[in-house]
């Protein structure tokens, strides 16, 4: 399949496929004639497991003895994909794997589509700490990545007959966990609850109940470096899960509520939180994967010490916060140095100042986590008191600073008035060393606007570290064919693991010869795509189609609906039989999004796209010139395949939105050409690749501030514009829901009368930029050189990048590797 040299590992293929036989034998006493693709990719994965296993126990002990820095990367979500293929390549059995396949008579493919891909978070940030993860360890740093084992991960998207979403269970571990090492003897006691009393000058916790979280290791391989990394997952259980007192007085359910209720916490990934029992467990669960991750860092490395010196704590470990969910850490670190290893206050903050550093991975207000303070109060009493003093002391460091008293109300960690709520980010600006965003634009309005004051307070404390995507999984792994170009332009494939060299390939944009074989590979992985689509969702895009794809999580501020009030502008003017102008031009759109469940705004987009779709597919007129599909279920594993084979990619959230995206580096570096706002890290591509290989449209931050200043008025834009009116008259006239003037009501009427992210003022330079782009794909090669640019020019965009930037800036600042 691949021609690409991976570093070697000394098996071959026969005894590869010896060792699944046996491993068949020895768990379900079947040979290969018997087993299923399941079974054979557990067999396979535990023998890839097994052949880790002396690398990691090396890794480990050179973590817990060695005397560099440790990152521990606190985060509520990883979104690893499917962990065989990378583990493979990693280890350099790729080629063994497909031969041993074949001999056992299976596909291989088959076998790697087996693997239920761990779905343990959500979007953006959760898959951005896996690439971190990948990229930790392939820079051979040692690393130790903390979060949750989910019992159900992010729930499964199915559409209705209606096109509306609905949510199933992931049961991801149905078939069993092919990579998790459970560890019985590092598990860890959480206590929730209770009181807090006065005891000899101390104040002493008295939880009320306890749970007991055992952690689930995860080898996190690194490319060619010979690291292994642990992904430590906690998973929570009852101390004493089976009373058998009850169950003897035939009280069955009583006997197991201990650990029913255990059970919950680690259940699933981000419980609804409308009402307060959500919004407890939300906390519960930091709190729980926090409390373990901190105990757990401390036995390492300190094991068994009676008094460690934990002031050298923060020299053996730093923790990064990924967002808010584990901020709890910073009161959870004061409480284990005050209260049980007896620190004076002011030493216990500068260890912990010194400990943590936070990431935020947004700008919407409403993504800033609040806790209610009476709920903290119930269910961590001693934190909040800590969180109390914390909040206290900078009161009075503002004071000091002579900080005016409104604005020090409005940086209060705690809030002040009747339901009083704990800032969690505000604790995590003050409680971390460094505060950082994650894209340039992300980081200047961090520092202008969101966290303005923090900054006038602490200006040193703020720093910027780009995202980046792995190379490894998004290149090499998901585009074979274009890595092997890649390699055969620059001779060598060393750019896997140093993806600056890509710019080597620069030249090549002017070689006609390396132009035909992009356009290639690009049309043959169109057409992989149409046959994976077909097999899976049951469509077959035309790959002779220009593929136009916006895949994300459904959020208004990302402007799906300005993409879908465009598609539907395009059919109108179809049908009318319009200027055939961009006629000439036929698109597949393809979407993927999930919503969350509680989000109906959302969840009506949904169904609207669907339905589009429904009735554009089943119109005759729109054959040849405009399809639109939107498989369910949008994953990594569902990226993987489809963004090596997109030509154009939607990056179009209102500009000062995004705080970075990550899917425009995935789709750029796989030459894809982006049409998007000057948002996030689309700023930073378009520097990088050139505005004139770069589909540039709409309000820039500054124009949406202007216009949100003197007032805005969606409505102008329909009265001016008849594409949009077009467009809107459309959906409000029933078209998509069998003529129903209803059922799309809602959405119509937030376009025209309130469009918080003015999708209609940005309507008409998108659908330009649209007939921009037409123009531009008309030239094949052409657009081929922009997309051969965009991945020349994108080297940077690599997460090894990134974490060498975290490396400098953050965690072991003043130090250049
Ligand atoms: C996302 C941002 O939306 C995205 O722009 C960025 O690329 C990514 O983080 C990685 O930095 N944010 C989230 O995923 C996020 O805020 N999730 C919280 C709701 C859980």
């Keep these: 399949m691949t021609e690409l040299t991976e570093p070697r590992a000394s098996i071959s293929a026969a005894e590869f496929a010896e060792g699944v036989r046996k491993r068949l034998v020895q768990r379900w006493g079947v040979d290969e004639a018997a087993a299923s693709p399941v079974q054979i990719y557990q067999a396979a994965s535990q023998l890839v497991r097994d052949r880790m296993a002396p690398s990691w126990k090396c890794s480990n002990r050179r973590m817990a003895e060695g005397t560099t820095r440790t990152v521990g990367y606190l985060s509520a979500e990883y979104l690893l994909g499917r962990q065989l293929p990378n583990a493979l390549l990693d280890a350099g059995m790729t080629d063994q794997f497909n031969e041993a396949m074949r001999e056992l008579g299976f596909d291989p493919d088959d076998v790697i589509e087996a693997e239920h891909e761990p779905g343990l978070g959500n979007g953006g940030l959760g898959r951005l700490a896996a690439c971190f993860m990948d990229s930790l360890a392939s820079l051979d740093l040692p690393a130790i990545g903390y979060g949750i084992r989910y019992r159900y991960g992010i729930f499964e998207q199915v559409f209705d007959a209606n096109g509306r979403q609905s949510e199933k269970p992931d049961d991801w571990l149905s078939a069993g966990d092919a990579w998790g090492y459970r560890q019985t003897e590092r598990a860890q006691r959480v206590a929730f609850g209770g009181q807090v009393t006065e005891q000899g000058g101390h104040r002493v916790w008295h939880p009320a109940w306890s749970v ?106 730093c923790f990064q916060l990924n967002d808010t969910h584990p901020v709890i850490g910073i009161a959870e670190l004061m409480r284990i140095l005050l209260d049980d290893f007896g620190y004076e206050w002011a030493q216990a903050w500068e260890i912990t100042q010194r400990t943590f550093n936070y990431t935020c991975h947004t700008l919407l207000p409403e993504a800033l986590e609040e806790w209610p303070r009476s709920l903290f109060a119930e269910l961590l009493p001693r934190h909040m008191e800590i969180i109390e003093r914390i909040d206290a002391d900078f009161v009075r460091y503002l004071r000091d600073e002579q900080v005016d008293q409104e604005r020090i109300d409005a940086m209060r960690i705690i809030t002040r008035g009747e339901d009083p709520t704990i800032r969690m980010a505000y604790l995590a600006t003050v409680g971390s060393t460094k505060v950082n965003g994650v894209a340039q634009l992300h980081s200047r309005l961090l520092q202008e606007v969101t966290l303005r004051d923090f900054h006038t307070v602490y200006p040193g404390k703020f720093t910027n570290v780009t995202n980046g995507v792995t190379p490894r999984r998004f290149m090499r792994l998901a585009n074979p064919r274009l890595s092997d170009l890649i390699t055969e332009g620059l001779g060598t494939d060393s750019w896997v693991a140093d993806l600056s060299k890509l710019s080597g390939l620069e030249p090549l944009a002017d070689d006609d010869g390396f132009v035909a074989r992009f356009m290639h590979v690009k049309d043959d992985n169109k057409r992989d795509f149409a046959l994976y689509a077909q097999r899976r969702y049951g469509f077959s895009p035309d790959p002779s189609t220009m593929f136009d794809v916006m895949v994300k999580r459904l959020h208004e501020y990302k402007r799906q609906s300005l993409k879908i009030l465009a598609v539907i502008a395009d059919y109108s003017d179809i049908i009318a039989g319009g200027s055939d102008n961009h006629r000439a031009q036929p698109r597949t759109v393809i979407f993927g999004a999930k919503a969350a469940p509680g989000y109906a705004m959302a969840k009506l987009t949904i169904q609207l796209i669907n339905n589009v779709a429904r009735v554009i597919n089943a119109d005759p007129r729109t054959d040849g010139l405009l399809k639109v599909y939107f498989p369910a279920n949008y994953n990594i594993s569902m990226a993987e395949h489809l963004i090596p084979a997109t030509d154009l990619d939607e990056q179009i959230s209102q500009a000062g939105k995004e705080a970075s995206g990550t899917s425009n580096m995935k789709f750029a570096l796989n030459g894809a ?112 050189r922009k997309a051969i640019l965009n991945i020349a020019r994108c080297g940077s965009f690599s997460s090894d990048r990134a974490v060498e930037d975290y490396l400098t800036r953050i965690w072991m600042p003043g130090t250049r590797r």
């Design 212 to 317: 007991q979280a055992v952690p689930y290791d995860y080898p996190i391989p690194g490319y060619a470096s010979g690291r292994i990394n642990t992904l430590r997952l906690w998973q929570s259980e009852a101390l004493d899960g089976f009373d058998l007192q009850r169950f003897n007085q035939s009280d069955y359910g009583g006997a197991v509520q201990a650990q029913v209720r255990a059970n919950t916490i680690s259940a699933i990934l981000y419980p609804e939180d409308s009402n307060t029992d959500g919004k407890r467990l939300r906390l519960e669960q930091q709190y729980f994967f926090v409390a373990a991750s901190l105990a757990d860092a401390i036995a390492t490395f300190y094991h068994g010490q009676a008094h460690p010196d934990l002031s050298a704590l923060p020299d053996h470990i």
């Design 673 to 784: 050409l982006t049409v998007g706002t000057l948002d996030g890290a689309n700023v930073e591509i378009r520097e990088k690749v050139g505005a004139e290989n770069f589909f540039a449209f709409g309000l820039n931050v500054d124009q949406v501030h202007a216009l949100d200043a003197e007032g805005y008025a969606p409505m102008a834009y329909y009265d001016k514009d008849a594409r949009l009116r077009a467009a809107i008259d459309m959906v409000a006239s029933g078209a998509f829901s069998h003529g129903d003037r209803d059922t799309y009501r809602k959405l119509v009427q937030d376009w025209l009368k309130h469009d918080q992210f003015m999708v209609m003022a940005d309507f008409g330079a998108y659908m330009d930029a649209q007939r921009r782009i037409d123009q531009a794909y008309r030239q094949p090669d052409q657009w081929a």
